[in-house]
């Protein structure tokens, strides 16, 4: 299929494009649809709502959005990549602290295909703006996604100014003692797929905790794993010099886990 853009559910004109492309400030969420249903679609409706809440000051109606989301799918059954775009053309750069209605760009294409290999990652000192936030500043992490891979890895890993490890360029980590799940502590973005693991874990008992993971501290772990939404669970082969296992029965415990929260219908 051809890559389509809506803009408050109408087909996006190329001047209305302008301003998302000038003024680099707002949100978004990316999903993966598959016959017309999201895993963690409430999770992802709440993240729009209170994104806009705290970067334009009002509220967005997640029916609303399921509603342009819908007709920007068009009853495609295939499986699709979505990023749903919050910004706003009522938005004035000299004075933000005013409020502003947003607009709700969505972008649906091809969903692309996972890869099962496990990665190296490379560690860096990072602490993204406003963590909680979904936001469209992703210079950095592409950046140092590109170092990375300029040094012979495949992805970045952030820690903070005190050493500990927060998240990686575009997902949530997580680490395996032996025992239990641990998932590094420090200032993030909480992605959807980590919430619907964290689901899934409640319901399979398995136990999972938030817990400070000092990089320094990362060999006493068995196995590391991370989450998004272009793949629920993918293997950390290694970060910086530090290698993991594979652990295939932790994998099978994980996508039973992240299964068990049915997708809902949009």
């Known amino acids: ?132 936030v979904k936001h469209v500043g992703t210079f950095a992490l592409f950046h140092h996604r590109r170092l990375a891979q300029q040094a012979g890895f495949d992805d970045a890993l952030f820690v903070d100014r005190d050493g500990n490890v927060s998240e990686g360029s575009v997902w949530n980590v997580a680490f395996f003692d032996g025992k239990r799940i641990v998932w590094p502590n420090a200032l993030q973005l909480e992605g959807v797929s980590k919430q619907l693991l964290k689901r899934g874990f409640a319901q399979h008992g398995i136990e999972n905790i938030d817990a400070s993971v000092p990089l320094s501290r990362i060999g006493d772990f068995q196995a590391a ?17 530090v290698a993991f296992a594979r652990d295939d029965r932790l994998a099978t415990q994980l996508a039973a886990c992240y299964d068990s929260d049915p997708p809902q219908r949009i």
């Open 1 to 132: 299929m051809s890559a389509r853009l809506t803009i408050n559910g109408e087909p996006a004109q190329v001047d209305e494009l302008r301003v998302p492309v000038a003024t680099n400030y707002g949100h978004f969420t990316s999903m993966r649809v598959e016959g017309g249903c999201v895993r963690g679609l409430d999770l992802h409706l709440h993240r729009l709502d209170a994104s806009t809440r705290f970067l334009f000051g009002h509220s967005l109606d997640g029916e609303t959005v399921r509603g342009w989301l819908r007709d920007a799918i068009g009853g495609d059954a295939s499986a699709l990549s979505v990023r749903i775009n919050v910004f706003s053309r009522a938005y004035n750069r000299e004075r933000p602290a005013h409020d502003a209605k947003p607009d709700v760009l969505i972008a649906v294409s091809n969903a692309p295909a996972g890869s099962a290999q496990p990665l190296r990652v490379k560690s860096f000192t990072y602490e993204r703006d406003v963590p909680q």
């Open 225 to 241: 794993f991370f989450t998004n939404a272009a793949q629920p669970v993918r293997f950390i082969a290694s970060i910086d010099n």
